[in-house]
């Protein structure tokens, strides 16, 4: 592997690529499947555009399902899958709800991609600067770690968004309070 990408030095066989391509096949299957099954009880995609974010239980369960790091080698803490495996999941996943086939998209492929491939050492420590090299960082953005850190501390700094008329929690002195509650 090489340190800045995380991609093979040398070119990968025929076989490699078949066993590979099986597993990858494997898992994105078995993704799939649990997504249905989750959706079924946990997805509400009516509360989250009525809330317009995305509950934090939804977030973690994707992250330690390696739904957002679908792409990330497996020796980093991702599932691995292929392109084409990744675009079935994306794909049963915008049939489920457009908004988390978006955030997923973009966690996967705007976000992990360009950081795994082409970022340089340097800028993987500025960005992330508590992580260093592959072997840290690609597990905790995979694995969802960064975003809880990054809401762990907008909780702490009470960062709420203004209250937007007919928005279901209107924040208030640091709390989000429902509708008559004060």
């Known amino acids: 592997m090489t340190p800045a990408s995380g991609l093979p030095d040398q070119p990968v066989g025929r076989a490699d690529v078949s066993v590979e391509a099986s597993q990858s096949r494997e898992r994105a299957d078995e993704l799939i499947g649990w997504l249905r099954s989750y959706a079924s009880d946990r997805i509400n995609s009516r509360l989250i555009d009525e809330r317009r974010c995305i509950p934090p239980h939804l977030v973690l369960d994707f992250g330690n399902r390696g739904v957002l790091g679908m792409q ?74 960064v975003l809880v850190r990054i809401h762990n501390r907008c909780q702490q700094q009470a960062c709420h968004a203004p209250p937007v008329a007919g928005d279901f929690a209107a924040p208030r002195s640091g709390a989000a309070l429902l509708p008559g509650q004060g």
Do not use: C, K, Y
């Open 72 to 145: 990330v080698p497996s020796q980093f803490g991702g599932l691995g899958l292929g392109n084409r495996d990744a675009m079935r999941v994306v794909e049963q996943l915008a049939a489920i709800d457009l908004t988390l086939a978006t955030f997923t998209v973009n966690q996967n492929f705007l976000g992990i991609r360009p950081i795994q491939r082409h970022g340089t050492q340097a800028l993987r420590h500025d960005l992330l600067p508590s992580w260093h090299g592959a072997a840290n960082w690609l597990p905790s953005l995979s694995q969802n770690r």
